[in-house]
């Protein structure tokens, strides 16, 4: 049984996110939790919330032991750019591009 769970349009880079997840992958999902609570990125804390999510997922809508749970694969996409400007000298602006990315979590168990 194959369960998912995604997470949109989160407010840090796919570059910084992709950091995470090679260490995921193959994983038990209570073992990769213990491991992102003592990875000091930001982007562990959304990892977790998003295994514990497919493992309530698991556990109440197909009845799936928790234990049992792998991480099959964790992808990570760009999300949309918030475009905003940054004044500069002699009047003129920069661009800043603010980009997001798009979470999802494949468990399998």
Do not use: Y
Not at 15 to 21: D, H, N, T
Not at 38 to 58: G, L, M, N, S, Y
């Amino acid at each position: 049984m194959i369960v998912t769970s995604e997470l949109s349009n989160i407010r840090i880079t796919a570059r910084k996110m992709r950091l995470i997840s090679p260490l995921l992958k193959n994983m038990r999902a209570d073992e990769a939790l213990v491991k992102l609570r003592f990875t000091p990125k930001d982007a562990a804390k959304v990892f977790a919330q998003v295994i514990r999510t497919a493992q309530a997922d698991a556990r109440h809508n197909f009845k799936l032991d928790t234990d049992k749970l792998m991480i099959k694969e964790a992808l990570v996409s760009d999300g949309p750019m918030l475009k905003r400007f940054r004044p500069r000298s002699r009047g003129m602006a920069h661009p800043i591009l603010k980009r997001t990315s798009h979470l999802k979590v494949v468990l399998e168990g």
